[in-house]
C-alpha cells in the first residue's frame, strides 16, 4: 500500500501546479452564469445531498431572494445559525419550521410552494423520498411557482426530481468556501462537476478553474 501511495503522489507531482497551494492552483472565473443549470429551474422540485448541501441551499437562497422556507424535524440536534448564513443571506428572510417526522415536513412543504408566497422552500429530510413524494412537490412547485429543494441523504432520492446535486466542501487553508458541485441528475440537459466559491464581497457564486487552463482551452468558458 505504501509502494501504490508513493507511485500516485509521484505521479501527481508531475503536474505543474501540484506544489502550489489550493488557492493559487484555481482562479476565478468571471463570466456572468458562469455554473451551468444554477439556479435550478424555478417552478421544479431539486434535491442536493453531501456535505456541502447546506452550502448549496444558503447559496441558492441568497441567488433567489425573496422569502425562504427551511422545514426540518424536530429531533435534529443541528441548529441554523444566522450568524452562520447572514453572509449569503438576510436572516430576516429566511423562516425555519420544524415538524414532527418528514411526513409532516413535506405536507408543510407542498403547502408553501402551492400558495406562491415563498421564493424557495427547503425540505430537509433522513429517509428516501418515494416517487409519489417526488410529484408531489414536483406539482405544488409549479402550481406556486417557486422553487423546492430537497437535502437528501445519500441515494435516497425521489426519481421525480428535475435535477440531483451532491456537494463536497474542498480543503483550503485560505478559502472555507471551496466547494465541488457535482450534477448527477438533470432531466433537461447534460451533467458535469464544477468548482465553485462563495464571494462574500459581492454576495456571489464564482467558479474557479485550474489555472494552468488558458482563455480558449477545453473546459474554459469562452
Not at 179 to 199: E, F, H, M, P
Request: net charge positive; with cysteine.
Amino acid at each position: 500500500m505504501a509502494a501504490l501511495n508513493s507511485k500516485y503522489y509521484n505521479k501527481l507531482r508531475q503536474r505543474s501546479s501540484f506544489d502550489l497551494p489550493l488557492s493559487l492552483r484555481y482562479k476565478v472565473t468571471m463570466t456572468p452564469q458562469s455554473i451551468p443549470f444554477f439556479p435550478p429551474t424555478n417552478g421544479r422540485a431539486h434535491e442536493v445531498c453531501g456535505a456541502g448541501a447546506y452550502f448549496f441551499a444558503f447559496t441558492l437562497a441568497g441567488k433567489l431572494g425573496g422569502q425562504i422556507l427551511w422545514v426540518r424535524e424536530g429531533w435534529l440536534s443541528e441548529q441554523i445559525n444566522p450568524i452562520g448564513f447572514g453572509e449569503f443571506v438576510d436572516p430576516q428572510a429566511l423562516l425555519v419550521s420544524v415538524a414532527n417526522d418528514q411526513t409532516e415536513v413535506l405536507a408543510v412543504a407542498e403547502e408553501a410552494l402551492r400558495s406562491g408566497a415563498i421564493s424557495l422552500v427547503i425540505a430537509e429530510i433522513n429517509k428516501p423520498l418515494g416517487l409519489t413524494a417526488g410529484r408531489r412537490l414536483q406539482l405544488a412547485a409549479r402550481d406556486g411557482k417557486s422553487t423546492a429543494l430537497v437535502i437528501i441523504p445519500q441515494d435516497m432520492g425521489s426519481n421525480a426530481a428535475e435535477t440531483r446535486w451532491q456537494c463536497t466542501p474542498v480543503f483550503d487553508q485560505d478559502d472555507s468556501t471551496l466547494q465541488c458541485w457535482n450534477l448527477i441528475k438533470n432531466k433537461s440537459g447534460t451533467l458535469g462537476a464544477w468548482y465553485v466559491r462563495w464571494d462574500t464581497a459581492s454576495r456571489h457564486l464564482r467558479m474557479v478553474s485550474p489555472a494552468g487552463e488558458r482563455a480558449g482551452s477545453k473546459g474554459s468558458p469562452d
